[in-house]
């Protein structure tokens, strides 16, 4: 893919090839291998697409299902926290300590589009819709995930708007919801929606709540497969969740790692690792399981304890704390975050 304008029959075919690969957030225990060293094995190329360069960018939620109150609190405070820079010592006491997620988000900043336009800082929590009557029922395949998506942007008396200038959708399914390979092979994958079903091309990205279906698999590093082997360092670091609820902060780091993976490769001609573009290993499917200095290999790495012992790598608004997993900074090539100890 050498341009995002496509001509209309290479267009189709390209949806027809993607669509039962789009990029996934992958189990954590079949990662083959990490790259929290410096790596020169991995060939992470730039495609020549866009990437999410203009500010601000319009984040459009989709709650599907039955969620909590306190559960899109600490979601929507995720979301605020991106765009929410650290206090540096004495100014604002209402902003995020370092490290915050703003630092950690500055790793995906650093990838540029053809024009040397930077991944932008500015994310806004634009809209929100509550789908919850489960418009397309509770077993989902991928594409349905775009028919909630043209649910919503029709939805009357309030629907969300249909933004394909700086858009982006996020489609969050609750614990009863099935979703295509959910649990089996993905927490979340990201793509971009299709005219025939949405009316336009715009990105978006789902990820289901795993508290209830597989926690051991979404929710690492706050439960663990039950058959997993020990990590490297003796039993598992089990961790208690920072927000007290292990689906929703293990989610976190999952809708993490696809806002960073559609930001920089919103249209899957961008950045990505490979040389098949139907499976394009992209800037967070390269630190899988990283979430500190050391880490890999079942091993969290060296990330941070609250005062009742549960674990966290960045702060976020309103004395929030989560655990966001590293993703591969293309100056040091290597896996980062802002919790590095080097
Ligand atoms: C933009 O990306 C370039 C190349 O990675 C980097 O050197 C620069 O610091 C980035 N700018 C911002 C604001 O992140």
Known sequence: MQNQKLLPSSYFFFLLICLFHVSSSLMQFKQAENYEGSSDLVELE????????????????????????????TIRDF??????SSSSSSSSSSSPSYPSVADWWKTVRLYTDQTGSNITGNIVLSGELYDFSYSHGTHLSRLDIQSIIKTAVTSYPTPLPLNPHNGLYLVLTSYDVQVQDFCRAVCGFHY????????VTVPYAWVGYSGAQCPGMCAY???????SPPSRNG?????GSPNG???VDGMISVIAHELAEVSSNPLVNAWYAGDDPTAPTEIADLCLGVYGSGGGGGYVGKVYKDSWGNGFNVNGVKGR???L??????????????NALD
């Open 192 to 199: 971009f929606t299709f005219p025939t079903i949405v009316g």
């Open 46 to 73: 730039y495609h020549m697409g866009p990437v999410l360069a203009s500010s601000p960018i319009n984040l459009y939620i989709i709650w599907y299902g039955h969620w909590k109150p306190t559960q899109q609190a």
């Open 79 to 84: 979301i605020y926290s991106i765009s929410s």
């Open 321 to 323: 704390r989560f655990m």
């Open 325 to 338: 997993q590293w993703v591969w900074n293309p100056l040091k090539r290597r896996c980062f975050g802002p």
């Open 235 to 239: 039993g598992h670091d089990v961790m």
């Open 221 to 227: 590093p706050f439960a663990w497969p039950k058959d």
């Open 245 to 247: 609820d292990v689906g």
